[in-house]
């Protein structure tokens, strides 16, 4: 496909645009190894895996399976327009003054009521980040968004953005909204929707969320603590997961909690069979290690109630960055071998290090996380590789999320020598949408399924959900190095050839 190319008035526009300097840390050469934040909205730099080799690596071969030099190739389908958006805003967001001046901004008072500043803010943020970070304002313009990113040969985890409710009536506004995503994915192309995204804070109340973690830690130091409403599930907890936001023994759970944990639960169940209906996994999202046991809970329940027929249809997510995320991910996956339910996995690295770090801190603990960048990257390369030698050998799945160029390589190069073939409906790696888009048609032109994460709805709810990520870690929006450089190279040729046909 022939690249667009702009009227001859925009053309003055890119020689202005060429001129600017990137203002990034990175060298004028592409690194391959360079990071970016990973699929869960946030995460740390990356710099290059070091020794020593993970079980992932061993199977790393010189090869030329994935190739994010060719721009010309990678951009194929993007036009000129869409290319030099996304430039700009990738640019723009690399500034961390402006970056943290919209951050102020969005959380100051000056945004709680309708005033000039808040109204020009919300147009300047809709038409940019908010258009190239985010899939639409609701439901029909993210289905439109879905169909150009499938054209363009990815597909769309569709992401309704909505989390952290107080209440029932919150929660069942919000289930609302994420049975209309389903219902508007069944309506796109066949396949166009890898998976439908849902974050249990935004259909069980944050409050109930905590009190319920609090109790699953309590039984796991006290095995014989009886919860008389806990149902079936996997294990949720390894012997090296973090106990130490249950300090005292907590009080059982009211009646008007269990009835509420019981209407949370019966959300995520007509959420899954929505999902079933329409042969659409359904990805639960991690969130911080305070509330991750009840989320773990809910999500194994759902899955062991839906994921029938060697057909995971309810995903759980694990973070790598956590130290016990290895085990628990065997305990989970050898609890579900034992009862025959096939489980799908999102691999991701994590999204609340700061958050951790201080209330471990706070609280005269280790954190949670690892000790260096290199023992994240060696986590996830081994869920990876675990995750990939399980699909070999029966029914489970995994979505592997990241911005990690060498994590994506080694994959691949696993997947293939594994025997997993491209295409295989059991393995799909994934990336934020806006971001990593050469290492995502990278992906797509080597054979993988490749998804873009999409979170769509209302200016106002999605810009602080963006904002959160970006609070949590700056690593969101200023790394994006590999995409600018190469962006930056793509257009420049456009231009050149532009400008020999304007004078030809």
């Avoid at 439901?139 to 040969?153: D, L, P, T, Y």
């Avoid at 489980?343 to 290090?353: L, P, S």
């Avoid at 295989?424 to 080597?446: H, I, R, T, V, W």
């Amino acid at each position: 496909m022939a690249p667009k190319l702009l009227p001859p008035k925009q053309l003055q526009n890119l020689r202005f645009f060429f001129t600017r300097s990137l203002r990034t840390s990175s060298s004028s050469s592409i690194s391959t190894s360079a990071a970016v934040s990973p699929l869960n909205l946030a995460e740390r730099p990356e710099p290059a895996i070091q020794k020593p080799l993970t079980a992932i690596q061993d199977h790393a071969k010189p090869s030329s399976i994935l190739d994010i030099h060719d721009h010309q190739k990678l951009f194929s389908n993007v036009p000129t327009s869409k290319l030099l958006h996304a430039s700009s805003n990738l640019y723009l967001a690399s500034i961390s003054p402006m970056v943290d001046f919209g951050m102020w901004v969005m959380n100051s008072r000056l945004m709680e009521t309708d005033n000039i500043l808040r109204a020009a803010m919300m147009k300047t943020v809709r038409h940019t980040f908010f258009e190239h970070f985010c899939a639409g304002e609701d439901v029909v313009e993210a289905g439109r968004c879905i169909k150009k990113v499938n054209e363009s040969g990815l597909r769309g985890m569709l992401v309704f953005a909505v989390e952290y409710t107080g209440d029932n009536d919150a929660c069942d506004q919000n289930l609302k909204g994420f049975l209309d995503t389903v219902q508007s994915a069944m309506s796109l192309p066949p396949s166009s929707v890898s998976s439908v995204v849902v974050k249990i804070t935004a259909i069980c109340p944050l409050s109930l969320l905590e009190r319920v973690s609090d109790l699953l830690r309590w039984q796991q130091r006290h095995p014989s603590f009886n919860l008389p409403w806990k149902q079936n599930s996997f294990p949720l907890f390894s012997d090296s997961s973090p106990l130490y936001h249950t300090i005292e023994k907590p009080e059982p759970l009211t009646p008007q909690e269990e009835h509420d944990l019981q209407l949370g639960q019966e959300r995520l169940w007509k959420l899954s069979e929505k999902s079933v209906q329409a042969n659409i996994p359904l990805t639960v999202d991690a969130e911080n290690t305070a509330i991750q046991p009840a989320i773990d809970y809910l999500t194994y329940s759902a899955a062991i109630k839906y994921n029938k027929d060697d057909n995971p249809i309810v995903y759980g997510t694990i973070q790598a960055y956590l130290k016990d995320a290895k085990e628990r991910l065997l305990l989970a996956t050898k609890a579900a071998d034992k009862m025959r339910v096939p489980m799908g996995f999102k691999v991701v690295r994590g999204a609340y290090m700061s958050r951790e770090s201080k209330l471990a801190s706070a609280l005269g603990y280790d954190s949670p996380i690892h000790n260096s960048i290199q023992e994240t990257h060696a986590c996830y390369n081994d869920c990876a590789s675990f995750m990939l030698e399980k699909i070999t050998n029966r029914s489970d799945a995994v979505i592997l999320a990241t911005h990690n160029v060498e994590s994506g390589r080694l994959a691949a190069r696993k997947a293939l020598d594994l025997g997993i073939g491209r295409g295989n409906p059991k393995l799909e790696f994934a990336q934020l949408y806006g971001m990593s888009d050469s290492l995502s048609f990278g992906l797509s032109n080597a054979g993988f399924l490749v998804s873009k994460y999409m979170p769509y709805g209302p200016v106002d709810k999605v810009i602080p959900y963006l904002l959160r990520r970006a609070e949590e870690n700056r690593g969101l929006l200023s790394t994006s190095s590999i995409d600018k450089e190469l962006m930056r190279k793509e257009l420049k040729r456009r231009l050149k050839a532009a400008i020999f046909r304007s004078e030809s």
